[in-house]
């Protein structure tokens, strides 16, 4: 799981979908972070979320070696992030897929 979140995070950043230290883009606001909505729609998009809270919860929950949760997100960006590159929903679905994985046993 952690080389696929790292995968992620290359393809993100090859298509220009990561925020760098120089983007337009600034880090979402405390506030924005704490969003109760799925996805923190209602604050950032989706490739925002990715970045800022997905990616970094995942390192968390890896780094920590606890339990990887059931997620399915593909499902979400296909509707949410529509200009998605086809390389970056494959890879949410590789992610979705080694969750399930995880949580079959």
Same mark, same amino acid.
């Given at each position: ?7 992620? %995070?290359?393809? *993100?950043? /090859?298509? #220009?979908?990561?925020? +760098? ?6 880090? @979402? ?7 109760? %909505? @799925? =996805?923190?729609?209602?604050?950032? #998009? =989706?490739? +925002?979320?990715? $970045?800022? %809270? =997905? ?10 070696? *606890? @339990?990887?949760? /059931?997620?399915?997100?593909?499902? $979400? $960006? ?8 086809? $390389? ?8 979705? #897929?080694?969750? +399930?994985?995880?949580? +079959?046993?």
């Amino acid at each position: 799981m952690a080389s696929a979140i790292e995968t992620l %995070v290359l393809l *993100m950043d /090859n298509e #220009g979908l990561w925020p +760098s230290t120089n983007s337009t883009e600034a880090k @979402p606001s405390e506030a924005a972070l704490l969003s109760q %909505v @799925p =996805f923190a729609l209602d604050t950032m #998009g =989706f490739e +925002s979320w990715l $970045a800022y %809270v =997905f990616i970094p919860k995942m390192r968390h929950i890896l780094s920590a070696q *606890m @339990p990887i949760p /059931n997620m399915s997100i593909t499902p $979400a $960006a296909e509707q949410y992030f529509t200009s998605a590159p086809p $390389a970056i929903l494959d890879q949410l679905k590789t992610i979705d #897929g080694l969750s +399930s994985k995880a949580n +079959s046993n």
